[in-house]
Structure formats: structure tokens, C-alpha cells
């Protein structure tokens, strides 16, 4: 890799030394070891022998669904994998150079469960519990069921927990007796 290949703001992988398995990006250019900072704010020079560019600091990241680098995101993995040859990998994910979310965090969803109930709240995980199993409807026994499920509950205190059987000093543990 010659110096003119890389750029200051590229985002590179470290391949092997002591920069290994990390992303960075480039921060000044030198002949042979380029200044490179990593996610954690880290700063080193390392050899470009052990650098691999995957990208700049506006594209967006991802890791290999094969050999799990990263790389840049949406693209044919760009590593070679056993035998010289490509790897088969499709980078998946949406991340900055940091490896980061790029998913808009929205601060409206924590508010919006502070305001409701916790009955409400419960009651749209048991909706999307049900979801997950298949039911798009949700059927007259199966809301019996929930209502019965409530009544109960106030019955038993709760901290009380099912009581264990007694283990019988006859019943034979791993093919032997005890007794």
C-alpha cells in the first residue's frame, strides 16, 4: 500500500500487528506508518502493511455475514478467504466508523412508556409475545384464559414458590441405588 492510497479521513481495518481486528480512521499521512485513530479516541502510528482500507469516514459499516470483518456496508466482502479466493460474505448492518448504531435512537419512546401505565406497557409485550407465536387474532379463550390468569395471581402471595416433592432415598441416581 502506497502513500498515495491512503487519505486522511479514510477509515481502515487493522489486519495484524497491534492494530489488529479494529477499525480507525487515517489522521495524517507519514511514508511508511500513518497516524491512525480508533473508535476509543486512541491514537498510534501503525504500518501500513497492517492496514486495509474499507472506507471512508461518510460511509457507512457493517461485518461480514462469512468471516465476520467489517467493512464497508452493503458491498461484496472485499477480504480473501481459504485457497486465494474471494470471500462470499455480504456485509450486513448500518454503523458509523466507530461501529456505532446509526438506528435513530428516539428519546420520544422512553417518554411515552414513563407516561403510560405499567399494565398498558405489559399488556402490548403480551400483544407482541402473542404476535411472535403466530396469533394476529386474539380469540375470546385466549382472553378468558388472561382474565382467569389475573384472578389467580391475586390469590397466591409473591413470593411464594410452588412447593418441591420429596425425593424417595429408594429411587436409583445415575443406575445406582442409595439407600
Known amino acids: 500500500m502506497s502513500s498515495k492510497e491512503l487519505k486522511i479521513g479514510d ?11 479494529r477499525l480507525g480512521r487515517v489522521t495524517k499521512v507519514n511514508p511508511s506508518k500513518p497516524a491512525v485513530e480508533d473508535g476509543m479516541g486512541h491514537r498510534g502510528c501503525y504500518w501500513k ?35 486465494g479466493k474471494r470471500c ?16 435513530s435512537s428516539s428519546t420520544e419512546h422512553p417518554k411515552r412508556i414513563r407516561s403510560e401505565p405499567m399494565s398498558i406497557f405489559l399488556a402490548k409485550q403480551l400483544g407482541a409475545a402473542l404476535s411472535r407465536l403466530g396469533l394476529s387474532e386474539v380469540s375470546d379463550d385466549i382472553i378468558e384464559a ?31 441405588e442409595t439407600s
Open 49 to 83: 502493511l497492517n492496514l486495509s482500507r474499507v472506507g471512508t469516514i461518510d460511509s457507512r459499516f457493517g461485518y461480514c455475514s462469512i468471516c465476520k470483518r467489517p467493512s464497508e456496508y452493503d458491498q461484496p466482502c472485499p477480504y480473501s478467504a481459504s485457497g
Open 11 to 21: 477509515v481502515v481495518y487493522g489486519v495484524g500487528g497491534a492494530f489488529n481486528k
Open 146 to 176: 388472561i382474565r382467569s390468569g389475573l384472578k389467580d395471581s391475586t390469590l397466591a402471595p409473591r413470593d411464594s414458590a410452588p412447593a418441591l416433592r420429596p425425593v424417595s432415598p429408594s429411587v436409583p441416581i445415575f443406575g445406582y
Open 88 to 103: 462470499q460474505g455480504v456485509i450486513r448492518g448500518n454503523y458509523d466508523w466507530k461501529l456505532k448504531s446509526l438506528v
